[in-house]
């Protein structure tokens, strides 16, 4: 089994144009993930892949959405998966998901490769 926990949402918004970074502190037994990934899901619409780290050799992955404006990072020593966004657009407003997988990443993020998630964290941008 593999925790995760999110965190550096929350309920106060940022505003477009700024920037924020997500966290994520993965526990138990990691060494069977091989994807770490971020995924968002706005009100009323499905979640979707916003970015994805292999773990062994840091290859990333990210949806067109946030290309050039995210970055997904991680520290494997300390079992820490990050998000750093900017440029952030009321779009941006979801609710951030921590993700783990035990296949390898793609350019394609499907939900069901990944078997563990994180409880999620708030990001609200306002315009």
């Known amino acids: 089994q593999v925790q995760l926990v999110e965190s550096g949402g929350g309920s106060v918004p940022v505003q477009a144009g700024g920037s924020l970074r997500l966290s994520c502190a993965a526990s138990?037994?990691?060494?069977?993930?091989?994807?770490m990934g971020w995924f968002r899901q706005a009100p009323g619409k499905e979640r979707e892949g916003v970015a994805t780290?292999?773990?062994?050799?840091?290859?990333?992955y990210y949806s067109d959405s946030v290309k050039g404006r995210f970055t997904i990072s991680q520290d494997t020593a300390k079992n820490m998966l990050y998000l750093q966004m900017i440029s952030l657009k009321p779009e941006d407003t979801a609710e951030y998901y921590c993700?783990?997988?035990?296949?390898?990443?793609?350019?394609?993020?499907?939900?069901?490769?990944?078997?563990?998630w994180g409880q999620g964290t708030q990001v609200t941008v306002s315009a």
């Open positions: 138990g037994y990691t060494i069977s993930t091989r994807c």
């Open positions: 780290i292999y773990r062994f050799d840091g290859t990333t």
């Open positions: 993700a783990a997988g035990l296949y390898g990443c793609g350019p394609v993020m499907t939900e069901n490769r990944f078997r563990y």
